[in-house]
Structures are given as structure tokens and as C-alpha cells.
């Protein structure tokens, strides 16, 4: 018999207990919060560091990822309802999503339950589909993707551009957002041809509807090269590292912006 997730990860990095920690998306230079990743953390008892996803994940299995999604969604949404209701904070929170869990039949159902019992509005929760996986264009992904849609819910594509056939997904998939990652939203002040391509992205997903989300920007050069070229939206640690939702709650509750320094 199969082992469920959370004792297949102990398996591998020792008994602990599942957490999240959250990331904010910023609109630049406002300093505006207007999202928030959730990310999973192990905190194994014989270690004091939280270990990522990255190094159990490649070891589980389908089943297992389905899990992990589900416990993920719920805890994420369960969580920003009680900052939202506490803060006022009215932005979204992004979920990631594996490729090859998109055709999973729960998917649908799990989501719309969670969003259901927890009064969240779909149009606050976005699932950002990874991109290390081939995502199989299988007619119960392209359901379960527009029935999402449908019902409100974003779908991100992730480190846009570093995976598969990344202009296919945008024209198959109709992601209301995509990610760039830090291969291409930094260094553009030094990189003349990296910036021409990141312009002109901006540019077709503008005349998209496609809102575009820079990832790693950690130096003020670069968020100021990434406004200079149209893009608004960030994410690194030059506006904050991953931290527990309380820490945000404390800072949202004030009226905090994060303007980078």
C-alpha cells in the first residue's frame, strides 16, 4: 500500500511537520501587497531549517503530489481568509500546481469546495502551474482548466520560459498570468538583448490580458529596469523572503508597503 504524502516526505527527510511560508507580490514602486505565494516547507524535528519541496518532490508520486495540492489549497485559502478578515487585505494568494495534475479528477471538486466553505472568492486564488513537467494537453486538463477559469479562478504559468513550449501553453492555455523568472527579469540595465525580449513579451501580453509577474527581482537596478520596460508586479527578496503568515498579518495590519531599499 501506498504511503500518504506526509510519510513518504518524513521518509526521506525525517520525522517533522508540514508548513507554509508566504511570499508577496508587490506592485512596484507603490509598494502595494497584491499577492501572496504560498510555499511548503517540511521542518524536520532533527533539523532547525525548513526543507523545500525541491528535495522530496521529484520522489513522489502522482497520488502523493495530488495530496500535497490538496492540503496546500486548503491551508493557504483557510489562512488568507483570517488575514483578509483581520487585515482588510484584499489581494490574492497563489497556489502552485504540478503539470501533470491538471487532469486529476478531484481537482475541480476539491477547489470549488474549499473556496465554497471558506466564502473565498475565486478571483483571489490563482494556481500557478510549474512548468518542470511537460503539461500533458489531455482533454480532462483542458476541462478542468476552463471549468477553473469559468468559475473565476486565475491560472499562472511559472518560470515562463524556462520550461516546455512555453508560447503553446499561452495560446492552449489562456493563463491570466505568467511568472517570468529571474533569468530574464534581471541584469536587464547590463543585458540590451535580454531587455528587447522582455519588452516585447510585455508588450504581447498586454495586447493578451495577460499580466505578467517578475520572479527574483532582488536589487533595486532591477525593479527599476523592470518599470522602465512597462513591467509593475514583483516578487523577491528585495521586497521580502518567504515568511510565516503571521509575520505578513502584523505587517498588512498596519497599512505596510513594501517599497524595496
Known amino acids: 500500500m501506498e504511503r500518504d504524502v506526509f510519510s513518504e516526505i518524513a521518509a526521506h527527510t525525517g520525522s517533522g511537520s508540514p508548513s507554509l511560508v508566504y511570499q508577496p507580490q508587490v506592485r512596484y514602486p507603490g509598494g ?22 525541491l528535495s522530496f518532490l521529484p520522489r513522489l508520486s502522482v497520488s502523493q503530489t495530488s495530496q500535497l495540492f490538496f492540503w496546500v489549497v486548503d491551508t493557504a485559502v483557510a489562512e488568507a481568509r483570517v488575514l483578509s478578515n ?7 494568494v497563489g497556489v502552485n500546481v504540478e503539470a501533470d495534475q491538471l487532469g486529476d479528477p ?12 471558506s466564502h473565498w472568492p475565486a478571483q483571489r486564488l490563482a494556481l500557478e502551474v510549474t512548468e518542470r513537467r511537460q503539461i500533458p494537453v489531455f482533454p480532462s486538463v483542458m476541462r478542468n482548466i ?24 499561452l ?5 491570466a498570468q505568467i511568472k517570468l523568472p529571474s533569468g530574464f527579469s534581471t541584469g536587464l540595465d547590463r543585458d540590451p538583448r535580454n531587455r528587447e525580449i522582455v519588452r516585447s513579451l510585455i508588450g504581447l501580453c ?17 525593479a527599476q529596469a523592470l518599470r522602465e520596460v512597462g513591467l509593475q508586479v514583483m516578487q523577491g527578496y528585495l521586497f521580502g523572503e518567504p515568511r510565516q503568515l503571521e509575520d505578513w498579518a502584523e505587517f498588512l495590519h498596519h497599512g505596510g508597503r513594501l517599497r524595496g531599499s
Not at 502595494?32 to 519541496?53: D, I, K, M, Q
Not at 476552463?146 to 501553453?169: C, H
Not at 498586454?206 to 532591477?222: M, N, P, S, T, Y
Open 206 to 222: 498586454q495586447r493578451l490580458g495577460v499580466q505578467i509577474v517578475a520572479e527574483g527581482v532582488e536589487k533595486v537596478e532591477d
Open 32 to 53: 502595494e501587497v497584491v499577492g501572496l505565494e504560498a510555499l511548503f516547507r517540511w521542518r524536520a524535528e532533527t533539523a532547525p531549517r525548513r526543507h523545500s519541496p
Open 106 to 117: 478531484d481537482l475541480l471538486p476539491h477547489v470549488q469546495r474549499v473556496l465554497e466553505q
Open 86 to 92: 483581520w487585515t482588510g487585505w484584499q489581494g490574492l
Open 171 to 175: 495560446k492552449r492555455l489562456s493563463p
Open 146 to 169: 476552463q471549468s477553473l477559469q469559468q468559475a473565476g479562478v486565475l491560472i499562472a504559468m511559472d518560470d515562463f520560459g524556462e520550461g516546455y513550449a512555453s508560447l503553446e501553453y
